[in-house]
Structure formats: structure tokens, C-alpha cells
């Protein structure tokens, strides 16, 4: 009988799962000859016939004996299988010959080859326990045999729960996939799949693309790697019922291998909602998103920070933050706002909520993490500066996905379940709690969960809200990943994500040859701050005063709110200096801006030989594509009249709270500390079941960007 080489017959160096026909195994010395049954026989070459010493008439062992060797045909092989531990199944030997035939199988575990008793048919019913090899011997009356091929039953025992799919046909069934790997020059690399299959697949390696052909088992291993294995691989497993392909992963050979861990790029998404039409307003979310924009760019995050957003606004500026995230990315969203929480579940409520929220007023939390994830984010952290206060605790809960347990989400909550997030009057502004003590920690090189408890400590010791305010942190995270790390890019995602582009400085003249310069500064994605300077006047100009203000037939273009610009002057004054303010215009709310917007500067002067008080006037044009350009970013590959907002096409949210609800105020204009009570403030949401995200889609294409 031909039997495995060595005791190593179950191990992936063998090959795929597709083992060595009978002829190669023939090669291999001793076989079993107690396999075959009364006497010990002779080994003849071919499909591994044995011919009897005996079952002939005595000397016509010569031709005859030939003759009958070759009356058994095996025209039926098992075929190796790949399973999951407890899968039934079935495996076939057929055999043709000149007299009935016999058939026995056996089974090789390890070093321990043994007959199965009882298995004499052609099927052998199995049920998957543990990896074994299989052959089978097929006899007829005149004692020729014949054996089938070897073949193995890979059987997983650690297979995730729906696997394989009730209708499974055998195709082929990724159960592992490979993991991104950081390799220096030199060292070994080690790529790992597996796939389940019946038959058992076969594997091909692919790197860049590129078939890889010398790398066609389910571990790809590289002795000495060098910097030209950089690249993103992955692997196709196939056989007869099809194919299915891993993970793409992508593999950093001798780039930053010295650091423990890295990103690919840092993307943030913060959303601060102050001015609300049909509840208080707050007063801390402007400072709160300002100062943590500086501090994650300092820790090297492209950043988009935005004001005041109505429901169609978050969606849209959420949808092109997941589309830009990708495998390896650190992403971290932050929204302050009016929130509210039911059964667990986080909302925020966009400006234009109306009192009563209606069921389509909210952006769940859990939704926007499920779609980072799905991204295959490295670090997806959410900080959420807002209430969660129980409504309505009674109500079924609507239908969102669990989260993957791939160990890369970090949850921090500004405040506990049910109980509300204050702020705090610091100066001349207005600041969260929990932002006032994350500024504090937040580009402290260590774990971000390490980090994010020394925040909630810090609160704890806070005697203004002390038995009112404790923060809370949820977490999956199983690396030790810091928002220190540093990033090694492999994509142009983070490149283009938080680069608005503010429109260059230019110098203006007027008739009298007076000068002034225009800067543009942004301190928050869409609110974008005119200043204008006026330069040395010549002699002949005396007493000036320069103004810069909009036409009166471009009122209704820009969207210049009043009620907010002290708190935004005030934040400008403390990052330029005062003397570059002289004359300041705010264009808020650039992401509805439809048309160019035109600015007209006034400048007022004295003529000393008439003493006369004149008045000139010039006009400078701002291109809507760069004022509102994070909110007008299209997608080149659809007609014109199709484009919709960046975003809005696989990745749209769509979050239902129900009307009935009473929604949570964020505790501030209505909360001052110390000495202040609960708001009794009630208009209570309520969360009816999240409909499919197409509705939202579709008014996002009629509202426009």
C-alpha cells in the first residue's frame, strides 16, 4: 500500500489540501504491507497494483499475472475536502475489474495508520472530527489491489457562527484572513489564509495584483524579506464550485518598522452645534471644536471642523468622512451638541430639529462607528461632548448591526447614562467639562484609553460637578495604539480630507491710489473670516476709515449670523494679532452657498486741500467653489445633472427617532455651574425603526450640497 511520507502528513508544507497522487506516495518506503491482508506482497510499479504470491496456478506468475494487475481500475477518486469540526459528508471510491470487487478504508492520523472497521463500501459516511488522511483499497477475487489516492479531511474547529452558509454547495468559504504585517529588511514574512471547500481549494497568492507563482499554498512565507515585498497583498481561493478572495493587507517592509504601531493617515471629523431654530441655544460647542481642531492637527490629523449643521448637512459631511477612510486610518469623530440617548443608543440632534423631534430629526452614533468600521480602520474613536438622557426606555429598539469584534473602537462619553453634559463659563468664553480636561491630556504620548481615563479622573475630582457629571469609556481596543503614532501613508485619502484651500491674500487699489489687503482665514471649515487691512495711505488722504461689508443684492447669499460673530471675533483675536483686525467680515454657513459671493470694501477719507469727505468704493468676488468646498466636492464619474454631495452614495445615514420623544438639552445656557438645576426643557424624541438609507439619499440629491 502506498502510504504518507513521513509523520508530517498533516502539515501545510505538504502542499495545499490537495495532497500527492498514489504514484508519488509510491516513492516512499516502507509502506504498510499488513494492509493487505494475509501475507506480505511484492511492490509492483504503475497505479499501485499488488499482485498475490498466491491466487494463480502455479507458474503463470509471468504474463498472466500481469494481466491480472491490471483488471482493477479506480475510476473514481475521493477527493480531499476542507470542513468545519461536526460537518457530514461523504467520501466516493468507484473501481471497475473482471470479478467482483472488494473495497476497505483506511484512515492515517499523525503516525497512526489503522483500518476502519466496517468500512467496506464504496462510500464512506464521515462526520468531520478531527484532520485525518484517507485512502482506500479496492480487491477482487484473484487477491489484485489496487489504492485509491491519499486524500485529506481538513477539518477547523474554530469556525465564526454562520459559516458555512445554510445553502453551502462546497464553494469556496474564507475563515481566516491574513493581517497586515510591519516586517524589517531581512527577517522572515509570513502570510496566513485558509478557506473552507469541497472540494478542499487550492490557493494563489497575489501581491500589487500581480500573480505570485511560486506562492500557491495557504501560507506565504518569505525567509529574508526585502523592501520590494512592500505592497498590498492577498489570495484567491478556488476549486471546482468557484472562487472567493481574502482581505487585502497590506505589508510595510523595512517603513517605520521600528515603531510598535502606526497609522496609514489620521482623519478627524468634528461637528459643533450651537445655534439651534426650535431649542436653546449653547454656548461652549464654537471653543470646544476650535481648540480640539488645533490640538489633533497638531497631532498630525487632517481635520474639518463645522458649525451649526442641519440634519442633511451631518449627513453629508459624515458620508465624505467614511468615504475617505480607509485600512490603517486613525479616525476619530467629535460631536458637542444637544444628544440624547435610548436604549443605548446615542443621537444627535442637527439645528434644524423641530420641537417635537420628529422621527427623522437625529443621527444615530452607532450607525456612523458600524460604517467606520466597516472601513477597516485601524483606531476608530468617538467622542461624543453631549446628554444621555433616557427617553422612553419601553421602546423596541430599531435595527442596527453589531459591531465587528475586530478590537479597534474607542467610546468616550462626555457624561454617564442618563445624566447630562455640562459646560462651564472660562473667561470670556464658554467651555464643556470634558473638553476642558481632554485639552489637557490629549497629545500625552500612551495608550488612548490610558488617556481618555485620566480625562474621566480628572472630571471626577471636579468639584462643580461632582455627583452631576462622570465621564464614561467603552472599548474594544486591543493594541496598545496611542494618537501620538505616527503615520506612514499609503493613500491619498488623508491627504485630501481637511484641505479647504482659503483663497490667497490679494491687494486691492483704490482711485485715490490708496491700498488695502484682504486676508482670508478660516477657523473652522465653513466659517471663513474677511479681514482687511488698510496699507500706508498716501499724503493726499487724511482721516481714513476702511469697511468691509456685502452689497445690499448679495444680503441673501452669504450667511452671515450676528448672534454668533462675538464668540468667533473673540477666537480670531486670540490666534492673530489685533492690530490684523481692523476690519472683519464672517461668512458662516459656506456649505449653502450657492453662487459666487461679492464683497464690497468701503473706504472713507478726507481731502486736506478741500477738506472734503469722500467715499470710494471696490468689489472682489469669492468663488463658491472655494468657499463652500467641502460641502461641493463631486463625483467626477457621474453626469452633471446626476453628481450628488461627496459621500452620499454607499455610505448615507439614515436615523429615525421617534416623535413622541423628549429630546436632551446640552447643558449650558439653560445649566450654568455652580448652583443650577436639571433643564425641565421637554420635547421628548422618540425612536421608531431606521429605514433604509436611500430615503435620505434622495433628499440629499434634491436639498443640493
Not at 250 to 269: N, P
Not at 421 to 437: R, T
Not at 490 to 500: D, M, P, T, V
Not at 633 to 646: C, G, H, I
Request: proline share 7%; hydrophobic share 35%; net charge negative.
Amino acid at each position: 500500500m502506498p502510504g504518507p511520507a513521513g509523520g508530517d502528513f498533516l502539515e501545510e508544507e505538504a502542499g495545499s489540501t490537495c495532497l500527492p497522487t498514489e504514484q508519488r506516495w509510491a516513492q516512499h518506503e516502507p509502506f504498510c504491507p499488513w494492509l493487505l491482508g494475509e501475507r506480505c506482497r511484492r511492490r509492483v510499479p504503475g497505479r499501485g497494483a499488488v499482485a498475490g504470491l498466491a491466487g494463480g496456478r502455479p507458474g503463470q506468475e509471468g504474463a498472466a499475472g500481469e494481466a491480472m494487475q491490471e483488471a482493477i481500475t479506480i475510476t473514481e477518486q475521493p477527493v480531499s475536502i476542507s470542513v468545519p469540526v461536526g460537518y457530514s459528508f461523504t467520501l466516493r471510491c468507484r473501481a471497475k475489474g473482471s470479478t467482483l470487487l472488494q473495497y476497505q478504508w483506511f484512515c492515517q492520523h499523525q503516525s497512526d495508520c489503522h483500518q476502519i472497521p466496517g468500512a467496506t463500501n464504496p462510500d464512506l459516511p464521515i462526520i468531520a472530527e478531527q484532520t485525518q488522511l484517507y485512502t482506500c483499497r479496492v480487491n477482487d477475487l484473484y487477491r489484485n489491489a489496487v489504492f485509491s489516492d491519499w486524500v485529506k479531511v481538513e477539518v477547523h474547529q474554530c469556525v465564526a457562527r454562520g459559516l458555512p452558509p445554510r445553502l453551502w454547495r462546497g464553494e469556496p468559504v474564507i475563515i481566516l484572513n491574513p493581517m497586515e504585517q510591519r516586517v524589517e529588511v531581512g527577517k522572515p514574512l509570513q502570510l496566513q489564509c485558509a478557506a473552507m471547500g469541497v472540494p478542499a481549494p487550492c490557493y494563489q497568492w497575489y501581491r500589487n495584483g500581480n500573480l505570485l507563482e511560486q506562492h500557491k499554498r495557504k501560507k506565504l512565507w518569505i525567509t529574508h524579506a526585502k523592501v520590494s515585498d512592500s505592497g498590498t497583498y492577498l489570495c484567491c481561493a478556488s476549486n471546482s464550485h468557484g472562487e472567493h478572495w481574502t482581505n487585502a493587507v497590506d505589508v510595510h517592509v523595512g517603513t517605520c518598522v521600528s515603531e510598535k504601531f502606526f497609522a496609514t493617515g489620521k482623519i478627524a471629523l468634528l461637528v459643533g452645534n450651537n445655534h439651534y431654530q426650535h431649542h436653546p441655544n449653547l454656548m461652549a460647542p464654537v471653543k470646544d471644536v476650535f481648540e480640539l481642531s488645533r490640538l489633533l492637527e497638531q497631532l498630525g490629523f487632517q481635520v474639518v471642523s463645522l458649525l451649526d449643521l442641519n440634519k442633511a448637512e451631518m449627513a453629508t459631511a459624515v458620508s465624505q468622512f467614511l468615504q475617505l477612510l480607509e485600512k490603517g486610518v486613525y479616525a476619530i469623530f467629535y460631536y458637542a451638541g444637544h444628544g440624547y440617548e435610548h436604549l443605548g443608543r446615542n443621537y444627535m440632534v442637527p439645528v434644524d430639529a423641530p420641537q417635537p423631534y420628529s422621527p427623522e430629526n437625529c443621527i444615530s452614533v452607532q450607525r456612523i462607528l458600524q460604517k467606520m468600521q466597516q472601513q477597516q480602520t485601524a483606531l476608530n474613536i468617538i467622542l461624543l461632548d453631549t446628554c444621555r438622557k433616557w427617553y422612553n426606555p419601553g421602546r423596541a429598539l430599531s435595527q442596527v448591526q453589531p459591531l465587528e469584534p475586530w478590537g479597534n473602537t474607542v467610546y468616550g462619553y462626555a457624561t454617564s447614562e442618563d445624566a447630562e453634559a455640562y459646560e462651564l463659563q472660562d473667561g470670556e468664553f464658554s467651555s464643556g467639562i470634558f473638553m476642558k480636561y481632554l485639552k489637557k491630556h490629549i497629545l500625552k504620548e500612551k495608550k488612548v484609553t490610558h488617556m481618555l481615563e485620566d480625562v474621566l479622573e480628572d472630571i471626577g475630582r471636579d468639584p462643580l460637578v461632582t455627583g452631576k457629571q462622570v465621564m464614561e469609556i467603552k472599548h474594544t481596543l486591543k493594541e496598545a495604539r496611542s494618537l501620538t503614532d505616527p503615520i506612514c501613508p499609503s493613500g491619498a485619502g488623508a491627504e485630501r480630507w481637511g484641505h479647504s484651500h482659503e483663497p490667497l491674500s490679494r491687494t486691492l487699489t483704490f482711485p485715490c491710489g490708496a491700498r488695502a489687503e484682504l486676508r482670508f482665514l478660516r477657523l473652522f471649515s465653513n466659517l471663513m473670516s474677511v479681514c482687511a487691512k488698510l496699507q500706508a495711505p498716501p499724503a493726499h488722504v487724511t482721516a481714513t476709515r476702511l469697511l468691509l461689508c456685502q452689497p445690499p443684492e448679495m444680503e441673501a447669499v452669504a450667511m452671515q449670523r450676528e448672534s454668533r460673530l462675538d464668540h468667533v471675533e473673540t477666537l480670531l483675536a486670540s490666534v492673530y494679532k489685533r492690530e490684523e483686525l481692523d476690519c472683519v467680515f464672517q461668512l458662516c454657513g459656506l456649505q449653502k452657498i450657492q453662487t459666487d459671493v461679492v464683497l464690497q470694501l468701503d473706504l472713507h477719507y478726507t481731502q486736506p486741500s478741500t477738506k472734503q469727505r469722500t467715499c470710494e468704493s471696490l468689489r472682489t468676488t469669492l468663488q463658491k467653489s472655494l468657499l463652500g468646498q467641502f460641502f461641493s466636492q463631486r463625483n467626477d464619474s457621474q453626469p452633471d445633472s446626476q453628481q450628488t454631495p461627496a459621500g452620499t452614495g454607499s455610505v448615507c445615514l439614515q436615523d429615525t427617532p421617534d416623535p413622541k420623544g423628549q429630546g436632551s438639552l446640552r447643558t449650558g445656557s439653560g445649566h450654568s455651574l455652580p448652583g443650577s438645576n436639571p433643564s425641565t426643557f421637554s420635547s421628548e424624541p422618540e425612536e421608531n425603526d431606521e429605514s433604509d438609507l436611500g430615503e435620505l439619499c434622495s433628499a440629499l440629491l434634491r436639498a443640493g450640497p
